[in-house]
């Protein structure tokens, strides 16, 4: 069946840091890929998506490249800020009517 | 610009009680969604909507009744509860079902029986 898989947290970096979140599925077909951002106390929200191979989502100077070779999907950002620190989820939505399928999320914590 | 508004966004139950969490939303989506949020988990689809007057299981949906009489509205149903329905749960709703479609969240309501 299809799932995603992210890496464990909580990811701690100081402002300014390199950030990778890695992320993996599995699906049938060709699922369209998102990471999701949830800051303190809010809801979930789309931070970037990408909908066929090789396609890369960007917002807010974070991006992902979607890589069917690896089925990966890596979320990554150059230089994070204190306001950044927010859980992330990947989650996959496969094209045949599919639902959306979380990841158990990552925690990043960014400090000053 | 209010979206997707749920209510409480904190309740305690004790085991056995009954509740009823809310959900509204005025963006005239036809698609709507619970899901609950685990610690260390994923969030898990309990029960969806495609449009007024219908409604279908997800993955998780035991223990739990929906009910889509109204376009805006989403109310989800917890009979006898169970200490392993602690849990966040959250709302959301979307336009279409397409592949590419994101999905608009509330802010979630935290749950403990106890």
């Known amino acids: 069946g299809n799932s995603v898989t992210q890496m464990e947290g909580p990811v701690t970096l100081s402002e300014e840091a390199f950030l990778t979140i890695n992320c993996t599925y599995t699906?049938?077909?060709?699922?369209?890929l998102f990471w999701y951002v949830q800051y303190p106390g809010e809801g979930l929200q789309l931070l970037l998506k990408?909908?066929?191979?090789?396609d890369k989502g960007s917002n807010k100077g974070f991006e992902a490249t979607y890589r069917k070779e690896t089925t990966s999907f890596h979320l990554e950002k150059g230089s994070v800020q204190v306001s950044d620190s927010a859980v992330y989820f990947c989650?996959?939505?496969?094209?045949?009517?599919?639902?959306?399928?979380f990841g158990q999320g990552t925690e990043l914590s960014v400090k000053p | 610009n209010a979206g997707v508004t749920q209510t409480p966004k904190f309740r305690i139950l004790k085991i056995g009680q009954s509740m009823t969490l809310q959900c509204t939303q005025d963006?005239?989506?036809?698609?709507m969604y619970w899901y609950r949020q685990d610690p260390g988990m994923g969030l898990k689809l309990i029960y969806y909507?495609?449009?007024?007057?219908?409604?279908d299981k997800g993955e998780v949906p035991n223990g739990y009744n929906v009910s889509r009489s109204t376009t805006e509205d989403f109310p989800l149903r917890l009979e006898l509860a169970a200490p392993s329905q602690t849990s966040v749960y959250f709302c959301?709703?979307?336009?279409?079902?397409?592949?590419?479609?994101?999905?608009?969240f509330g802010s979630g309501t935290q749950l403990s029986v106890l």
């Open positions: 699906a049938t077909g060709y699922p369209s």
């Open positions: 963006m005239n989506h036809n698609y």
């Open positions: 959301a709703s979307s336009p279409r079902d397409s592949s590419n479609e994101k999905l608009f």
């Open positions: 989650a996959l939505k496969n094209n045949q009517g599919g639902k959306l399928i």
């Open positions: 909507s495609v449009g007024a007057g219908i409604t």
């Open positions: 990408a909908t066929k191979a090789d």
